[in-house]
């Protein structure tokens, strides 16, 4: 068994999922359940968003087994938007360690919207956390590279091995928004100014605009997913993407901030770390035992899917993912311990 920075032996509990036929089952009971829904609005503040089909919808499981299983629109591609902000962020945690990122980064809620400059204000200069749009930008201005260009290799290049595939950019997606971003100009000279920034402000929002125009499927979100909750592993190509201590700070990252200032809602209602992103997709693990895709348009005021924050809810409930739930302790799972064996309730 394998000591944690602290020295501390690492063990790790988590259950598993039920068999995979009720998993199949499951994933297209949360399709059906929640396609009826039509709330909500797409997206329009980037103009291209608003022209996307409303009535799409995906769900898939990705199991840390690499089974998967899909309902609906599962391999229609979309942009991966704030979602790109947790893998990011993993990466960069991967290259420069727990208390570095902490420190630069921070991981505390804002309870503001994701593209707000009054926390900003609010809190010293300080970014808050990697999944709001400040905390997202001064991540990506860390990840390794001598220049915008290489940075956004590895960008790529790091999201395609989560992903198990190489990921291209929507480039109608990425003018769209470039022609657009100046609110998130905006926040990059705020970080500046407060010393958060140390490269040119503007090419890292265009590096991060980039990474936001990834084209994912809800089955790729899945299977990215399933690695954040597999130690690190891709469960589809096996490959170790980051280690499992950087998935770990990860999802507490996601749990506390994912959904923005409904993250308090979502965490109650799911018990999962998550993350949405204003194309539609939300991404959910349940640690050691796999990832949820979800992607349909219409949003919430905060800017998470209705359709995918239903079915994930199902989904949690259903496959017992809720990270909080418990039941009452039984003899048999004394099973294996010294002390106290034989006594029953
Ligand atoms: N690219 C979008 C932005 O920066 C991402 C926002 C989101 O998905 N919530 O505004």
Redesign the pocket.
């Given at each position: 068994m394998e000591l944690d920075s602290h020295g501390v032996e690492q063990r790790v509990a988590t259950g598993a999922l039920p068999g995979w036929e009720a998993v199949e089952e499951h994933v297209a009971a949360a399709h059906a359940r929640s396609r009826t829904h039509t709330d909500g609005a797409v997206?329009d503040?980037?103009p291209i968003l608003a022209e996307v089909d409303p009535e799409l919808f995906g769900v898939c499981v990705a199991e840390v087994d690499g089974e998967v299983h899909e309902a609906g629109d599962a391999d229609v591609p979309f942009?991966i938007?704030?979602?790109s902000k947790a893998f990011v962020y993993a990466l960069v945690c991967e290259q420069l360690g727990h208390d570095l990122v902490r420190e630069r980064i921070g991981v505390n809620n804002t309870g503001l919207a994701?593209?707000s400059v009054v926390a900003i204000e609010l809190n010293d200069g300080h970014p808050m956390n990697p999944m709001v749009?400040a905390g997202?930008i001064a991540t990506t201005a860390l990840m390794p590279g001598d220049s915008p260009e290489e940075q956004w290799e590895a960008v790529r290049n790091g999201l395609s091995r989560f992903a198990g595939r190489a990921l291209d950019v929507d480039q109608v997606v990425y003018a769209s928004?470039a022609a657009t971003?100046q609110?998130?100009r905006a926040i990059a000279r705020l970080l500046e100014s407060y010393g958060r920034i140390e490269l040119d402000p503007l090419a890292v929002v265009d590096v991060?605009?980039r990474q936001?125009?990834l084209l994912v499927t809800a089955r790729d979100l899945a299977i990215m997913g399933a690695t954040l909750a597999d130690g690190g592993v891709n469960p589809v190509t096996g490959e170790q993407v980051v280690s499992p201590e950087v998935c770990r700070d990860t999802l507490a990252v996601m749990a506390s901030t994912g959904l923005?200032e409904r993250s308090g809602e979502w965490l109650f209602e799911i018990g999962l770390p998550g993350k949405?992103?204003?194309?539609g997709g939300i991404v959910t693990i349940a640690p050691g035992k796999g990832g949820i895709g979800v992607f349909s348009p219409r949003l919430d005021p905060a800017?998470n899917s209705v359709r995918g924050q239903r079915a994930t809810a199902y989904l949690s409930r259903a496959l017992g993912l809720n990270i909080f739930a418990s039941a009452e302790h039984t003899v048999s799972s004394r099973i294996g311990r010294n002390r106290n064996q034989g006594e029953t309730r």
């Amino acid at each position: 068994m394998e000591l944690d920075s602290h020295g501390v032996e690492q063990r790790v509990a988590t259950g598993a999922l039920p068999g995979w036929e009720a998993v199949e089952e499951h994933v297209a009971a949360a399709h059906a359940r929640s396609r009826t829904h039509t709330d909500g609005a797409v997206a329009d503040y980037i103009p291209i968003l608003a022209e996307v089909d409303p009535e799409l919808f995906g769900v898939c499981v990705a199991e840390v087994d690499g089974e998967v299983h899909e309902a609906g629109d599962a391999d229609v591609p979309f942009s991966i938007q704030s979602i790109s902000k947790a893998f990011v962020y993993a990466l960069v945690c991967e290259q420069l360690g727990h208390d570095l990122v902490r420190e630069r980064i921070g991981v505390n809620n804002t309870g503001l919207a994701f593209n707000s400059v009054v926390a900003i204000e609010l809190n010293d200069g300080h970014p808050m956390n990697p999944m709001v749009n400040a905390g997202a930008i001064a991540t990506t201005a860390l990840m390794p590279g001598d220049s915008p260009e290489e940075q956004w290799e590895a960008v790529r290049n790091g999201l395609s091995r989560f992903a198990g595939r190489a990921l291209d950019v929507d480039q109608v997606v990425y003018a769209s928004e470039a022609a657009t971003n100046q609110r998130n100009r905006a926040i990059a000279r705020l970080l500046e100014s407060y010393g958060r920034i140390e490269l040119d402000p503007l090419a890292v929002v265009d590096v991060y605009t980039r990474q936001c125009a990834l084209l994912v499927t809800a089955r790729d979100l899945a299977i990215m997913g399933a690695t954040l909750a597999d130690g690190g592993v891709n469960p589809v190509t096996g490959e170790q993407v980051v280690s499992p201590e950087v998935c770990r700070d990860t999802l507490a990252v996601m749990a506390s901030t994912g959904l923005y200032e409904r993250s308090g809602e979502w965490l109650f209602e799911i018990g999962l770390p998550g993350k949405s992103g204003v194309a539609g997709g939300i991404v959910t693990i349940a640690p050691g035992k796999g990832g949820i895709g979800v992607f349909s348009p219409r949003l919430d005021p905060a800017g998470n899917s209705v359709r995918g924050q239903r079915a994930t809810a199902y989904l949690s409930r259903a496959l017992g993912l809720n990270i909080f739930a418990s039941a009452e302790h039984t003899v048999s799972s004394r099973i294996g311990r010294n002390r106290n064996q034989g006594e029953t309730r």
